[in-house]
């Protein structure tokens, strides 16, 4: 399995995380751009990926430019002010409410799966936006973070995350910036308070270099992505990287995120990834309306698993002991299926090493689906059950899939699809 780990040697904001994954796969540039447009992005705004260099390191860029009139003459204004997207204000279009945004990155135009990372994304910035300002989430008003510029980073780095596929994703210590920051609030300090709250739980340390490093853009889609805190010891191949720049210079060192990407760990045939544990109880849901409950959150996107056990708790009470494994990234709303599907009023919640096996798909001649591993001692093969459901008793079954996963075994080269 692919992964990207994050080395934030200028910092992380979101325009310099589009342009790394852009260098990373440079193909990938229309179908982000078409996806900001999807979303509703101001026609007037322009879009850009281009090549950049610093003098010490090469990359890209990726630019949201608003044409503007001075003097009878036309030109660009980069809204990627000072390196980041979210606290400087000369060219904001106004306040956009989060019911607004919401509703527009749920549109029939934009994939559904591209709007919920891009909406899971957004629901971070508001729920920090609003514990800062002590208002409600519903409440909060994205003057912040609402700008064009912020909407296209968040929708294409959203886009791109998707394109990505089933991957794994670390990150190295985030440079925490020191000093002061222009916001609609005022003068605040570095980080942001929206950005201190989105990074709790991160590893921090200081370089010395001044200014803000981690925008709350770039806060908000860490969170998102859920990243180990190192890449781990297990060897990896490297694939390749890339490095997306932000506008600000330092003396001295590339204002750069760096993306590095690894084709999984060395050992033959086995992948390695996280995954996400929730674990709960419940002793006070029927159990017709928990199957149903189990069933719903079995069909979420990002779920891997659910498992159902009976226990017994204090003075012999009997309770369903439940288990979801998740994607750490689609954390927030597992979680908040969990809530709304089950009676529950408390999650456990711990990030596990897996291994997994490489795997694929066959089918044998006679129509059957099998399932074939490459395990380190050889490859085993099993044959759907599904696919014979059909057939007289368990010994026809048994000996239908003894014969198609030994066909798959044979000829999986041949059968394979």
Not at 59 to 78: I, K, L, N
Not at 107 to 129: M, P, S, Y
Not at 138 to 154: L, N, P, R
Not at 221 to 249: K, M, Q
Request: hydrophobic residues 40%.
């Amino acid at each position: 399995m692919m992964h990207l780990h994050l080395d934030p040697l200028g910092g992380v904001a979101g325009d310099m995380f589009v342009g790394a994954l852009l260098d990373l796969r440079p193909a990938l540039a229309d179908g982000a751009m078409k996806a900001v447009r999807a979303a509703g992005l101001d026609p007037a705004v322009g879009l850009a990926h281009r090549p950049f260099s610093d003098g010490i390191l090469s990359g890209s860029r990726f630019d949201v430019t608003m044409p503007a009139r001075e003097s009878g003459h036309e030109h660009d204004h980069v809204l990627h002010h000072h390196h980041h997207s979210g606290h400087d204000h000369t060219h904001q279009e106004g306040h956009v409410e989060w019911s607004t945004l919401r509703a527009r990155l749920a549109t029939n135009a934009l994939d559904a799966k591209v709007g919920a990372r891009a909406i899971d994304i957004f629901t971070h910035l508001a729920q920090a936006e609003a514990r800062v300002h002590g208002k409600s989430v519903d409440a909060v008003a994205f003057h912040e973070v609402g700008a064009w510029d912020s909407i296209a980073d968040i929708v294409a780095a959203a886009f791109l995350i998707e394109a990505l596929g089933t991957c794994t994703w670390s990150l190295g210590p985030l440079p925490v910036g020191s000093g002061r920051v222009r916001s609609a609030h005022g003068v605040l300090p570095v980080p942001a308070p929206a950005t201190a709250l989105l990074l709790e739980g991160f590893a921090c340390f200081d370089d010395g270099l001044p200014g803000e490093r981690v925008t709350p853009t770039g806060a908000a889609i860490l969170r998102h992505l859920a990243p180990a805190a190192s890449l781990g010891r297990a060897p990896r191949r490297l694939v390749c990287s890339g490095h997306g720049f932000g506008l600000r210079h330092f003396a001295g060192l590339s204002n750069v995120l760096r993306i590095l990407e690894f084709s999984g760990d060395c050992s033959h045939g086995i992948d390695s990834d996280q995954v996400l544990a929730i674990r709960f109880e419940i002793d006070d849901q029927t159990g017709e309306d928990l199957a149903v409950g189990l069933d719903r959150l079995r069909a979420l996107d990002g779920v891997l698993d659910v498992q159902q056990a009976p226990s017994f708790g204090k003075r012999g009470r009997l309770f369903a002991a439940i288990q979801v494994l998740a994607r750490p990234e689609m954390a927030e709303s597992v979680t908040a299926a969990c809530f709304r599907e089950t009676t529950t009023i408390g999650l456990r919640l711990q990030r596990l090493e897996r291994r997994t096996l490489e795997r694929r798909a066959a089918r044998t001649q006679s129509g059957l689906r099998v399932k074939i591993a490459e395990r380190p001692g050889g490859a085993t093969a099993k044959a759907e059950i599904a696919d014979v459901l059909d057939d007289d008793d368990h010994r026809t079954r048994g000996a239908r899939r003894a014969a198609a996963e030994a066909e798959a075994l044979g000829y999986g080269d041949e059968t394979h699809d």
